[in-house]
């Protein structure tokens, strides 16, 4: 389609306001050429209010006339004869010229003609204010202009950024990197003492220090590098950042934009966390040289973890407006990313879903119209995951300020949009002689989206995790202690009676026997030789002494038989950790591996008991499983495997696992905390289902695989699966 049409009207109902007017762009503003995706673009520049602007090359054409002599009626026909593809159109003229004038950017021979530009520099501002409203988890408040700081120790702060300052960044990274492998154990422990109420102060002296090195390392970036280029880099704002309530500094290098190597852009962007990291190696091996409790060693563990958590979930993550999106961005060579896929999500909606056919966007090629979609829905996904869990973190411990956030949240996210789009539809210009159209559409889409959600049912299910089991299982136990010197291998078929599964030396059985036979021998020489002399007192006494003596004896053969066990019953030896025990003590008693039967086993899953209520109240549709992480074992259908009950579930709810690998330590889902008698238990109840698996599982299933079952139940709406699932969420806080 051509340009033009994408752009809809050339004219605008407005124009007679503008058309006489001769501005003239203010003499200090700079102009630089960019390439962008192959396509040249104009950054123009004015120091003094650090303000930025972007132009394509119609824009650039229009603004580079504008010298106080010429009209804006003269210029624009001038540029429609020069390449009226390029070229603004009316409306795109008038919104030029508002940002322009807005910006101060703009000097203008009739002040009295210039009502709609001043309105609509009231609307950028009543629209900035909103926009700061809306983001208020990362509120700025300007507090110091640091460019003289900053250009005064340039020469220091640049040193980090040439080839000696690189290596010396590796160099500490290797010997980080070393010391927390080595000390990883030890730190994991450490790690989870960090939310501590006592650690709160120590993390948050740590946040300042650690945002401060990295703003400052954006700030002598952007000196060194705009150097390299021949610019100044002017730093013209320093303040704070409410992130999270919790003020922390912020800088403005936005002057950055002028420079034209992107490579350039993306390594000041990247500064930060460049400079943060340093902190952070340093602080490694700070850690780890010195004792623990002390405030130097606290300190220096919550730097590594504060600066590693926030580096990942926020700083270097292209989904977030911080130091990764704007790498991301220039990396793309697609400034304004996250404006402009915006923009566009709402040019989608007013286009095609209110039919608004004179709808304007800057979005024009194809690779564009696919990615920023995209980008849209993942960037808002992604932030209402991360401060979602930032709400609940808050809200486990600081229960006030959770509740504050979740009801802020709900109106930032959903209640404000929506009135904003509720505004737009019965107030806005664009509607205009077309209102009750769009009005019926967005109904009929509202209409079609709760019939989707409320009224059409589906198929409704619950997963859980669950084990596989032997129902025939026969434990083998060592009946008596000594060195595991030998064993069958895990997983292998046995024969009762023939195949050796266990075998154990004990040297001082084998010494205790040999002594004892050895006695037993002597008695009986002593018998036979009182038998001789005819002392029958004597061989009486000798005959009782032999008697207890091959009692012991045989008890210690029967010891010495036991060290080798066979296997009792046909079936599959398992016994996983046999390989580490090899060469070890065993004592009496100890649990060694099982037999089991590959033909009789059952899965055993946990279910929540806010699932659990629906499988006493509610007929159980069917129960398929699958095992987990083998997405691969299927039934010749492709499908998963079915499975039955076994019997009813357990009635009552339990907190002890029957398995340990469904706890979330062991990679489950199950959440588990410590017992008042230290003993481990699950965060919650839950109920305990057991199902028969089908015949043409069985050779898939070895006892000790962790399973996912599919519970499926009656159909119900989207609507109210949702809502059933938010419910279950809050009740199990």
């Given at each position: ?99 322009l004038h807005t910006s101060g950017l703009l000097l203008l021979d009739m002040p009295a003609d210039t009502d709609t530009l001043l309105r609509r520099k009231q609307e950028r501002r009543l629209k900035k204010l909103g926009s700061t ?207 402009r896929s915006q923009a566009y999500m709402v040019y989608l909606f007013k286009r095609w879903l209110l039919g608004v056919a004179k709808a304007v966007t800057v979005v024009h090629k194809r690779n564009e119209k696919i990615f920023y ?314 109920f305990e289902l057991r199902l028969l698996p089908e015949e043409e599982a069985v050779p898939h299933l070895a006892p000790g695989q962790k399973v996912l079952v599919r519970l499926v139940f009656g159909k119900q709406s989207l609507g ?14």
């Open positions: 389609m051509d340009t033009r049409q994408e752009r809809h009207s050339t004219y605008h109902d407005q124009w007679y306001l503008v058309e006489s007017l001769t501005p003239a762009l203010r003499p200090d503003v700079n102009i630089r050429r960019q390439t962008y995706w192959g396509t040249p673009w104009y950054i123009l520049s004015e120091p003094d209010n650090n303000a930025h602007f972007r132009l394509a090359r119609g824009g650039y054409a229009f603004v580079s006339m504008l010298d106080g002599s010429r009209t804006v009626q003269e210029i624009w026909e001038t540029c429609q004869d020069a390449d009226e593809d390029e070229a603004l159109t009316q409306g795109e003229v008038i919104a030029l010229l508002g940002r409203l809306s983001s208020f988890l990362f509120l700025r408040i300007p507090l110091w202009a640091p460019d003289a700081f900053f250009t005064r120790f340039q020469h220091i702060g640049g040193l980090a950024f040439r080839p000696l300052g690189f290596l010396l960044w590796l160099v500490l990274l290797f010997l980080a990197a070393h010391a927390l492998i080595v000390n990883w154990d030890i730190f994991v422990a450490e790690a989870r003492q960090t939310l501590n109420p006592a650690n709160l102060i120590w993390i948050y002296a740590v946040i300042i220090l650690a945002k401060i090195v990295h703003e400052c390392g954006h700030a002598f970036a952007c000196k060194y590098f705009t150097a390299r280029d021949g610019l100044t880099g002017d730093v013209h704002s320093m303040g704070i950042m409410l992130l999270l309530f919790a003020p922390v500094p912020y800088i403005d290098v936005s002057s950055s934009v002028q420079i034209r190597s992107r490579w350039a852009r993306a390594a000041i962007g990247l500064a930060g966390v460049y400079c943060e990291l340093f902190l952070a190696f340093l602080a490694t091996l700070v850690w780890a040289n010195t004792a623990e409790g002390t405030s130097l060693h606290l300190l220096a563990r919550n730097c590594v973890l504060i600066t590693s958590v926030t580096t990942l979930l926020f700083n270097i993550n292209p989904l977030l407006r911080f130091d990764g999106y704007f790498v991301f961005s220039d990396l793309l060579d697609m400034p304004n990313l996250y404006q979609p995209v980008y849209a829905t993942a960037a808002f996904l992604y932030r209402i995951v991360i401060t979602v869990s930032i709400f609940l973190i808050l809200e486990e411990n600081f229960a006030t300020l959770g509740t504050l956030l979740a009801v802020s949240l709900f109106l930032l996210w959903f209640g404000l949009p929506a009135l904003k789009g509720l505004v737009y539809l019965f107030t806005g210009t664009e509607l205009a002689g077309m209102r009750e159209q769009a009005l019926l559409r967005f109904s009929l889409f509202v209409g079609v989206l709760g019939v989707l959600l409320l009224g059409i049912p589906v198929e409704s299910a619950v997963v859980v995790e669950g084990v596989v089991e032997s129902r025939e299982q026969n434990a083998i136990f060592a009946e008596v202690e000594g060195t595991l010197t030998g064993f069958a291998l895990t997983d292998t078929s046995v024969s009762k009676g023939v195949t050796r599964v266990i075998t154990i030396d004990n040297p001082g059985l084998m010494a205790e026997l040999e002594r004892m036979a050895l006695s037993a021998a002597v008695v009986l020489a002593k018998l036979e030789h009182a038998h001789h002399k005819g002392d029958t007192n004597a061989a009486g006494m000798y005959a009782l002494e032999l008697q207890a003596t091959v009692r012991q004896l045989d008890i210690l053969r029967i010891q010495a038989a036991k060290q080798a066990i066979n296997a009792p019953v046909n079936g599959v030896w398992v016994a996983p950790d046999l390989t580490r025990r090899h060469g070890k003590w065993i004592g009496k008693g100890d649990m060694l591996g099982s037999i089991y039967s590959p033909d009789n086993l059952r899965l055993r899953a946990a279910v929540d008991q806010f699932d659990a209520a629906r499988l006493f109240a509610e007929p159980l549709v069917r129960a398929e499983f699958t095992v987990s992480r083998r997405a691969d074992i299927r039934d010749r259908d492709g499908k998963l495997f079915s499975a039955r009950p076994e019997n009813d579930p357990v009635p009552a709810g339990r907190r002890q696992l029957f398995h340990p690998s469904l706890a979330m330590q062991a990679g489950g889902d199950t959440a588990t905390v410590q017992g008042p008698r230290g003993e481990v238990l699950t965060a919650s109840h839950f109210e699966q949702w809502m059933r699932r938010i419910q279950q969420f809050f009740r199990n806080r």
